[in-house]
């Protein structure tokens, strides 16, 4: 029962949508329809510029962040940087709220289910888990961009990589089915950036236009 009020929890924070709110706030415009049509950090420094990216970068961070820590203490649960309650019921209910929030990002109710790609709400989850697993997949995503000079194979790599390091450093099975699923969703949400990759129309980073 706690799962589901978990993911509740987190699907409430994942609604809150940084570009968009900005976009109408400020710029009186909606994002979506600008750009790539994304709701997100990249579409942001796109369309709205660095500064307002990097607004919308933290924010989404922090609402995967804060929907774990919310989840923790509610539940005892427990993270990188806090245990409520002895943290006896482990990462679990941490983690179904930053997987709440993510599909609320993803899929945000009031904007017809048109949210951004996740991969900030991602890191959010990643960095209430573990910092170390945080600076891991930060610096893989780091090294494809270097490498390929795609946004969308750094993406795909780190969000790839999540379940195999939750495994790796020995997470409970239902935190790396969780982790899988979090993986998943975001490669479907770039699924128009890969066929973008695959016929040779998607930007590089640092490429003008």
Same mark, same amino acid.
């Given at each position: 029962m706690y799962r589901i009020a978990c993911l509740l929890i987190g699907?409430?924070?994942g609604n809150l949508q940084t570009s968009y709110i900005l976009g109408k706030a400020i710029k009186k415009i909606d994002i979506r329809e600008h750009g790539t049509g994304n709701a997100g950090t990249a579409n942001s420094l796109l369309v709205m510029g660095g500064k307002f990216a990097v607004i919308v970068? *933290? +924010?989404d961070i922090k609402k995967s962040f804060a929907a774990?820590?919310?989840?923790?203490?509610?539940?005892?649960?427990?993270g990188m940087f806090f245990s409520f309650g002895g943290g006896m019921m482990g990462?679990?209910?941490?983690?179904?709220?930053?997987?709440? =929030? +993510?599909?609320?990002?993803?899929?945000?109710?009031h904007m017809g289910m048109r949210g951004g790609k996740g991969i900030a709400s991602g890191i959010g989850m990643v960095l209430a888990l573990s910092l170390p697993m945080t600076v891991i997949i930060l610096a893989v995503a780091a090294l494809a961009i270097v490498i390929?000079?795609?946004?969308?194979? =750094?993406? +795909?790599?780190? =969000? =790839?990589?999540?379940?195999?390091?939750? *495994?790796?450093?020995g997470y409970e099975a239902e935190a790396v089915v969780i982790g899988t699923l979090v993986a998943l969703l975001l490669v479907f949400k770039h699924k128009d950036n890969i066929i973008n990759l695959i016929n040779g129309k998607e930007a590089k980073v640092w490429q003008k236009g």
């Open positions: 699907y409430i924070f970068l *933290a +924010i774990y820590a919310v989840c923790s203490y509610i539940f005892s649960g427990s990462v679990i209910p941490g983690i179904y709220g930053s997987f709440g =929030a +993510i599909l609320g990002h993803l899929f945000p109710a390929t000079r795609y946004l969308t194979s =750094a993406s +795909i790599i780190a =969000a =790839a990589s999540l379940p195999i390091l939750l *495994a790796f450093q």
